[in-house]
């Protein structure tokens, strides 16, 4: 079975507006924290949180990770 795992980061922009992006990874393949990917850059946001796309068999699921600085 093939297991497929995708990380975002949800997180409101300047017009308060929830978005989701690709969450920033260094080079050594660590989470950048408070950094998503818009247009291939790295950019600060505020509010964030990291959801966890997973697949279980036939069905996708979601598990909610609070960013830095927000409560669980």
Known sequence: ??????????YKD???????????????GRVKPGLSLVVRKATPVSQGLYPIRYFKPKKSEMLCIPGPGEKG
């Open 14 to 28: 300047g017009d308060g507006v929830w978005q989701r992006s690709p969450a920033a990874r260094g080079m050594n």
């Open 1 to 10: 079975m093939e297991k497929s795992v995708t990380l975002i980061i949800r």
